[in-house]
């Protein structure tokens, strides 16, 4: 009898303690490894080419409930005459406002931007930018959102830097993992 007393007992917490809601995690204990593709459009400055095809690579590291850093590495393309080539490395963070399946965010970043277009060489700009965007969380592990960046040039280091301002708006794919 005690064996079977106590072998209920222990199923009894056991299923006790199955019950128990898990504690409630947001972005703190995420990353997301994203891909997008999208348009860029070079601003005030007509010697350049407008229009332009982005795609990048980014990684989200949660370090709040409401806050991730984004590192991201970006190339566009600007065809026209004179292609315009351009690698954008950087850093932002973001403010998350997690809406259930819905999460608007926006943020500030820093970037490096490479610059190569035929017969000028190669240049180095230094930029800023603000993010907006929205994220819909398909499921717990996939993400598609869209963004809006505006990157500020300035100090404009290259002779054909692509000054004073640029624009990028993409589509992201993105993939959650669960750090711990």
């Known amino acids: 009898m005690r064996a079977s007393t106590a072998a209920r007992g222990a199923l009894l917490a056991l299923l006790c303690w199955a019950a128990l809601p898990a504690p409630a995690r ?3 204990d995420q990353v997301v490894l994203g891909l997008d593709i ?3 459009r070079a601003l ?3 010697d350049l080419p407008a ?3 982005l795609s990048g690579l980014s990684v989200d590291i949660g370090i709040g409930d409401a806050w991730a850093i984004r590192c ?3 190339y566009a393309f600007h065809p026209g005459g004179r292609p315009l080539h351009l ?4 850093a932002e ?3 998350l406002l997690d809406i259930l399946e819905l999460v608007p965010f926006f943020g500030l970043g820093v970037d490096g931007i490479l610059t190569q277009r035929e017969d000028d060489g190669t240049g180095v700009d230094l930029a800023l930018h603000a993010v907006l965007g929205l994220d819909w969380l398909v499921t717990r592990e996939w993400v598609v959102g869209l963004d809006i960046r505006a990157y500020a040039l300035p100090f404009s280091l290259a002779d054909q830097g692509v000054d004073p301002v640029y624009l990028g708006a993409g589509l992201r794919l993105g993939y959650v993992f669960d750090r711990f």
């Open 26 to 28: 947001a972005y703190e």
């Open 38 to 40: 999208g348009y860029a």
């Open 44 to 46: 005030a400055n007509d």
């Open 51 to 53: 229009n332009g095809l």
């Open 72 to 74: 991201r590495a970006a």
């Open 87 to 90: 690698g954008l490395a950087g």
């Open 93 to 95: 963070v973001v403010y």
